[in-house]
């Protein structure tokens, strides 16, 4: 693929050459498999409220700025969403043992007077060689992914996304978007697999009314789905009446996601996980334009 310089994960410097499988930890061959290229850090103004807000988007190249990252999410997933992360280890942080093999995606809030920029958007990405040396994806651990087994050595598994509360009108999420576009474009890869999460604050009736009304018009092909571990029992919980899609998961379909199976629970983070995947030939023409140009 071309390919010449690799990621610097933060747990590279002690691992062991990555190979081409990535099905399973077992399944390991002696072959190596291409370097991947570093991402390029960039910057762009996105537009929030009546004024120009500048943010800047950046991959993570040290074990500070993944902490920034996962102060971010602490404070998301456990002070806005009521999480149960244990962080006896480190106070404030959501961590966990795939973020060594990950790539960490920034962006930044660039204030004008000056002041330290602060990290206001995540994306956390799983490519097939890191999986290949974390033991699979994590995704893995709440749906049988049998079914993408062809796909796998093309595909990255998005995860820990989130965006600071202040900076949600759609400029950080864009700028994340249009990194991750670029980040596949330039290494070859096609796919992206990742899991909408849906607050069960209400007892899982958002959720369960979503996957409703999605699969019944956004599921991918019979080959492709999977199956949730722990799924939620969605019969017993959908409401009588409509519901409204999330902001984030709204623009995943527009980008021509696909939902590939009924949602898992995750009762550690009191979510109902979606499962979807988004192949790089049904990005939108005018998506496309706008990501990579």
């Known amino acids: 693929m071309g390919l010449t310089r690799p990621l610097t994960n933060i747990a590279a410097m002690n691992r062991t050459p990555?190979?081409?499988d990535v099905l399973t930890p077992e399944s390991r061959t002696a072959s190596p498999a291409p370097a991947w290229p570093h991402p390029v850090n960039g910057g762009a103004t996105a537009r929030a409220g009546a004024g120009p807000q500048p943010y800047q988007f950046s991959w993570a190249r040290h074990q500070d700025e993944v902490r920034e990252a996962q102060r971010l999410r602490h404070a998301v997933f456990a002070g806005?969403?009521?999480a149960e992360i244990d962080?006896?280890?480190?106070?404030?942080?959501?961590v966990d043992a795939f973020d060594a093999h990950c790539e960490h995606l920034l962006v930044r809030h660039l204030p004008a007077d000056g002041s330290p920029a602060a990290v206001v958007g995540t994306y956390r990405l799983l490519t097939p060689q890191a999986a290949q040396r974390a033991g699979g994806f994590y995704s893995a651990q709440e749906?049988?992914?049998s079914a993408l087994a062809t796909r796998l050595p093309r595909l990255v598994e998005l995860g820990r996304s989130c965006v600071h509360p202040a900076h949600r009108d759609g400029g950080v999420i864009l700028l994340l978007w249009s990194a991750l576009?670029?980040?596949?474009?330039?290494?070859?890869?096609?796919?992206?697999i990742g899991c909408a999460s849906v607050s069960l604050r209400d007892g899982g009736r958002q959720a369960a009314g979503l996957w409703r009304q999605?699969?019944?018009t956004h599921l991918a092909d019979p080959v492709w789905r999977v199956t949730p571990h722990l799924p939620l029992p969605v019969d017993a919980l959908a409401p009588d009446h409509a519901v409204e899609a999330p902001p984030?998961?709204?623009?995943?379909?527009?980008?021509?996601a696909r939902l590939l199976?009924?949602?898992a629970w995750d009762p550690q983070f009191n979510t109902a996980d979606l499962p979807i995947m988004m192949d790089m030939a049904d990005l939108p023409a005018r998506y496309r334009r706008h990501f990579l140009g």
């Open 181 to 192: 576009a670029r980040f596949m474009h330039d290494n070859g890869l096609d796919t992206m």
């Open 143 to 145: 749906f049988d992914l």
């Open 261 to 263: 199976g009924a949602p």
């Open 87 to 94: 962080d006896r280890a480190l106070p404030g942080h959501d």
């Open 18 to 20: 990555p190979t081409d």
């Open 214 to 216: 999605l699969s019944a």
């Open 248 to 256: 984030l998961i709204k623009g995943y379909l527009r980008c021509g």
């Open 80 to 82: 806005e969403m009521g």
